[in-house]
């Protein structure tokens, strides 16, 4: 199974941290939304994508590469996510992203979320919220869903 993990990180590294778990599950690779060229995503059978939640919103730069994807038939793909607060469900960040990767012909099948360090406006002035987030329970978690993820697509439950 060939997979790719694009993601961005930028405060504290906590959404590198998970994508890196993922990664040793899925023997992927983990690159910045600029290191990727979009027309080489159709040759993946499984690609994540990953950000940091910023104002309830994934980073600008994984939405820039977003808009960028070209059309693909039917590439399995997945969200992960970490964040200081719950996703608002009115104002959700998955879900647009999904809708956004449906239209370009991946296939989402699945996502994950984890708390994660939050040092933005007043939370920083205490040190921040969550702290030592993700831990390894959290990076347990992400490594058990890439392991779910590796069984849907290869139908195996072990590396291909």
Do not use: W
């Not at 994807?69 to 200081?84: H, K």
């Not at 702290?131 to 195996?156: I, Q, W, Y």
């Amino acid at each position: 199974m060939k997979s790719l993990i694009v993601c961005v990180s930028t405060a504290h590294g906590n959404t590198r941290r998970v994508a890196e778990r993922i990664a040793e599950v899925l023997d992927a690779e983990v690159v910045e939304p600029e290191q990727v060229d979009p027309r080489t995503l159709a040759e993946y059978n499984l690609v994540g994508f990953g950000s940091g939640i910023y104002y309830m919103a994934v980073h600008r730069r994984l939405r820039n590469l977003l808009r960028s994807l070209p059309q693909v038939d039917d590439v399995a793909a997945f969200l992960f996510f970490t964040t200081g607060a719950r996703e608002v469900p009115l104002l959700g960040y998955r879900k647009p992203i999904a809708k956004q990767l449906a239209a370009k012909g991946f296939q989402v099948i699945g996502s994950f979320s984890c708390r994660g360090l939050d040092t933005v406006g007043p939370f920083g002035y205490i040190g921040g919220i969550n702290k030592g987030r993700p831990n390894e329970h959290d990076l347990d978690r992400a490594a058990a869903f890439a392991a779910r993820l590796r069984e849907r697509v290869t139908g195996s439950t072990t590396a291909s």
